[in-house]
């Protein structure tokens, strides 16, 4: 059974950083690519980055655009999402997600291209 899990959130000042970690387990599966949701509260999930799993090519959302990093080690089955520069409204729970996707600029952003999703971790950022 595949699992996706995420760690590494907390709490943070404005201006920090913190990097998150997925580790997939549970043998071999479909994928070409892994990707960051993240949810606040009263929110939709929201898309953040994604990473093509052979390729390594990221695709961002503007918001994060120049302050996140999404990277990935193939031999340890594990993606990376590096946040520098946090501001309060990155506040959220952070989620990371696996599949087959489309790779498109507006399809990558869809959660229903994804197949699996970790359990989230929280990231609260203050002011």
């Known amino acids: 059974q595949v699992q996706l899990v995420e760690s590494g959130g907390g709490l943070m000042q404005a201006g920090g950083s913190l990097r998150l970690s997925c580790e997939s387990s549970?043998?071999?599966?479909?994928?070409?690519?892994m990707g960051w949701f993240r949810q606040a509260p009263g929110k939709e999930r929201e898309f953040v980055a994604v990473?093509?799993?052979?390729?390594?090519?990221?695709f961002y959302a503007d918001s994060v655009k120049g302050r996140f990093t999404n990277s990935r080690d193939i031999a340890k089955n594990t993606m990376y999402l590096q946040m520098d520069s946090l501001q309060p409204e990155d506040t959220a729970v952070y989620y990371c997600?696996?599949?087959?996707?489309?790779?498109?600029?507006?399809?990558?952003?869809?959660?229903?291209?994804?197949?699996?999703w970790g359990q989230g971790t929280r990231v609260t950022v203050s002011s």
């Open positions: 997600a696996a599949g087959f996707i489309r790779w498109g600029p507006t399809l990558v952003t869809f959660v229903d291209e994804y197949d699996y």
């Open positions: 549970g043998g071999t599966f479909s994928r070409n690519a």
């Open positions: 990473i093509s799993w052979s390729g390594g090519n990221t």
